[in-house]
């Protein structure tokens, strides 16, 4: 894994639960913004999840970095499941995030999953901030095995 992926997951993760805390489940987050999660994700044979949605977003450009980063939650842990920059021109797209988590095992059936759509911009003194333009709130999905 690429240092940048590291920090990028890493990144994602604690941004999922502060999102968790900030925003109440089916929260809207900023209007003209919009964030799904597939009620399907997949898993692979060596415990690898993929999950997917679509968004959309229109902020400033320059106006700092918006990143898409979902989670899978089970006996009280969470698993950030990867992290992918955020494409803002006002138009929906597909997201598709894939990790490995490393301490659980997932098998295929329901798991509880979250995602949210997340900008980090600089605040006056220069302080990287997270401003939550949507958030798909922790839900049940299922896992299907991939072939």
Not at 75 to 101: F, K, V
Request: proline share 6%; aromatic share 4%.
């Amino acid at each position: 894994m690429r240092i940048k992926d590291a920090l990028g997951a890493a990144a994602t993760a604690a941004a999922l639960t502060a999102a968790t805390v900030a925003l109440a489940p089916g929260a809207a987050g900023v209007p003209g913004n919009a964030l799904t999660l597939d009620q399907t994700g997949a898993i692979d044979h060596d415990g690898t999840i993929t999950l997917t949605g679509t968004y959309r977003c229109a902020v400033p450009r320059g106006s700092g970095t918006v990143f898409i980063g979902s989670n899978v939650v089970a006996n009280g842990r969470s698993d950030g499941i990867g992290g992918s920059t955020a494409t803002c021109d006002g138009r929906t797209h597909r997201w598709r995030n894939t990790a490995r988590p490393h301490e659980v095992t997932y098998r295929p059936g329901p798991v509880r999953a979250d995602a949210v759509l997340m900008q980090i911009r600089r605040d006056r003194g220069g302080i990287p901030l997270p401003r939550f333009l949507s958030v798909a709130g922790v839900r049940t999905i299922t896992l299907v095995a991939r072939p």
